[in-house]
């Protein structure tokens, strides 16, 4: 009857013992492994949707933002309307620029802003406006940069005709034929060997060849004049035929020999 008693007590150890590592296990899984499981859960939780959100706003971020182009456009656009130049003159230009993104083709955006060129040196040829020749400048960066297979620096190449760029020097001998062709009754060619006789005198001393040129321009707009009976042009041709042969002499022999070599009287 002791035996029996003793081994009943055995199990009843044994059963509270188990029982109590049963409740051991479990509360520790509940309070120890179950809120760290949950606590990390939450913080990749936590980490996805930041993600998400970041992706989501950069990506907003990014697509609102304006193209390196389209900047570059606009910069272009801001540099004209700051030119002082006349209004429509303005307008006309920057809407080449607002439509050159609407062009599909490489090849027409690339000849739309070579009318651009022409229309601004054009302007810039007239007006002497320092400003046109900095925004011909970057339009030239902006060419070559965007259109490197078809960009050709003769197609943007801008020469200084401004006093800010360069020094204002007319000799003695054009000072007159500048004042006669002035004074006379030239039409709109007038304007063109003004601007010719500005450009030669505002060219460098040692650039003889520009110089030739304009005035060599001048020349040759006198001479058309001439032989439709314009009597001022007539009187001038003479002057400017001797400042060029006394000035000149080599540049000028060396384009007729290139005109009789071509059949160019």
């Not at 949950?38 to 959100?53: A, M, R, T, W």
């Not at 910069?75 to 030119?83: G, I, R």
């Amino acid at each position: 009857m002791p035996a029996q008693s003793t081994k009943d007590s055995d199990n009843t150890y044994t059963n509270k013992v188990s029982g109590i590592n049963r409740v051991s296990s479990f509360d520790w899984f509940r309070n120890y492994l179950l809120p760290s499981v949950s606590v990390i859960f939450l913080i990749i939780i936590i980490f996805l949707l930041g993600f998400v959100g970041y992706r989501y706003i950069q990506h907003n971020y990014e697509t609102n933002q304006p193209s390196e182009f389209t900047r570059q456009l606009n910069e272009l656009s801001q540099k004209l309307s700051a030119s002082g130049e006349q209004q429509q003159f303005i307008d006309t230009n920057k809407r080449i620029l607002a439509e050159l993104s609407n062009i599909k083709s490489g090849d027409l955006q690339y000849k739309s802003l070579f009318n651009l060129q022409f229309s601004v040196s054009g302007e810039y040829t007239h007006s002497h406006n320092p400003k046109l020749r900095e925004f011909l400048a970057d339009l030239d960066k902006f060419a070559k940069q965007n259109y490197p297979n078809l960009y050709r620096a003769s197609d943007f190449s801008v020469t200084c005709i401004d006093e800010k760029c360069g020094s204002l020097n007319y000799p003695q001998e054009i000072v007159g034929i500048k004042e006669k062709i002035e004074k006379s009754e030239l039409g709109l060619n007038k304007q063109a060997m003004l601007d010719a006789l500005y450009a030669a005198a505002i060219a460098k001393e040692s650039d003889k060849n520009s110089k030739f040129f304009y005035y060599n321009l001048v020349l040759q707009i006198l001479r058309n004049e001439a032989s439709k009976g314009n009597a001022a042009a007539k009187s001038i041709v003479t002057e400017m035929e001797n400042f060029i042969n006394n000035n000149f002499k080599d540049q000028y022999d060396q384009l007729q020999m290139t005109n009789k070599a071509h059949g160019v009287k």
